[in-house]
């Protein structure tokens, strides 16, 4: 799944350079674990990632698997994977795996 990653304007000025950057991918089945990520720095932005096996969380859970998945970027100020208050995220699009185009999302919403 190829994901362009950008941050609005609007919040550009919440978001350190080297804050952590998650571009996930969930499946439509409601597990909260990730099927696949990329973890890069807010200094990489915007950016393109093309999510693949190879990220895969659990080797029983492929990407590959599956036919459409739910795409997220968040922005976390402390490094960690969970979502806390203050962190940045992005809309969830659906995304057909194996689709040549790519998903945009915008980072431009606070967490609570």
Known sequence: ?????????????EADADDILFVLARAEDGLSM?????RLRVADLPATVTLND??????????SVFKEVQITARISKTGNAIA?????TSEVKSARVGSADPVKLTINQLVQ
């Open 84 to 88: 806390q208050s203050g962190d940045l």
């Open 1 to 13: 799944v190829i994901v362009a990653v950008s941050l609005s304007a609007e919040l550009g000025g």
């Open 34 to 38: 990730p099927v696949a990520v990329a």
């Open 54 to 63: 190879a990220m895969a969380m659990m080797p029983s859970r492929l990407l």
